[in-house]
């Protein structure tokens, strides 16, 4: 599975920024799409995830501020992040894998992309 990630960008704090992230190959081995974040001299984190049944998970810093979604064709998923903060500041991973709770279990990662929130 390959994965590319788009739409990192400069915000200001409170503003809005749409991720996406385009998956091809063997998609159909995967059942989770989702985004995780890192920073400087801290661990991948997880922000968000999409399963093939439709069941999202949020971490607690982001729920109702980020919406994940993907189109029909199901080989792209969004992470749409409204109301930024400086602390969303980070490089964020597009990530496929296998659907599990609480969370996803990536297997593929995609390139990442900058999301700098400016206060």
């Known amino acids: 599975v390959q994965l590319q990630a788009s739409g990192g960008g400069l915000v200001q704090a409170g503003g809005s920024l749409r991720l996406s992230c385009a998956a091809s190959g063997r998609i159909f081995s995967i059942s989770a799409l989702g985004w995780y974040r890192q920073t400087p001299g801290e661990q991948r984190a997880f922000v968000a995830d999409l399963t093939d049944m439709n069941n999202t998970h949020y971490a607690d810093s982001v729920r109702g501020r980020f919406t994940i979604s993907r189109d029909s064709a199901e080989t792209t998923v969004y992470l749409e992040m409204n109301s930024l903060k400086p602390e969303d500041t980070a490089v964020y991973y597009c990530?496929?894998?296998?659907?599990?709770?609480?969370?996803?279990?990536?297997?593929?990662w995609g390139q990442g992309t900058l999301v700098t929130v400016s206060s």
């Open positions: 990530a496929a894998g296998r659907a599990a709770v609480p969370t996803m279990v990536p297997a593929f």
